[in-house]
Nanobody, 119 residues
Framework: VQLVESGGGSVQAGGSLRLSCVAPGYTHGTNCIGWFRQAAGKEREGVVAKYTNGGSIYYADSVKGRFTIFQDNAKDTVHLQMNSLKPEDTATYYC??????????????WGQGTQVTVS
């Protein structure tokens, strides 16, 4: 599954951004799709994972209540709506697929990433 992200940018704290991930055929090609992020000098952090069949969704505690993943099957697109952004949300965000069995955020593949900067 090829993953292409868009929608990153710069925003002030408290603002919102919507990231998009075009993933042609993901509903048939993967069991799970989501996002992780990596800030400069820090380890990768899982943000959200969504199973495509049952629809179970897992959010990191750091984003619960602020971020929402939703999909547009007609366009093979998955979105990440990010509200109430904080400076600590600053990172490169990657769309990813293929969740791990033991760690749902242990994705198999991901895109090139899109930068989000919150000031």
């Amino acid at each position: 599954v090829q993953l292409v992200e868009s929608g990153g940018g710069s925003v002030q704290a408290g603002g919102s951004l919507r990231l998009s991930c075009v993933a042609p055929g993901y509903t048939h090609g993967t069991n799970c799709i989501g996002w992780f992020r990596q800030a400069a000098g820090k380890e990768r952090e899982g943000v959200v994972a969504k199973y495509t069949n049952g629809g179970s969704i897992y959010y990191a505690d750091s984003v619960k209540g602020r971020f929402t993943i939703f999909q547009d099957n007609a366009k093979d697109t998955v979105h990440l709506q990010m509200n109430s952004l904080k400076p600590e949300d600053t990172a490169t965000y990657y769309c990813a697929e293929g969740c791990g069995e033991n760690d749902v955020f242990d994705f198999e593949d991901w895109g090139q990433g899109t930068q989000v900067t919150v000031s």
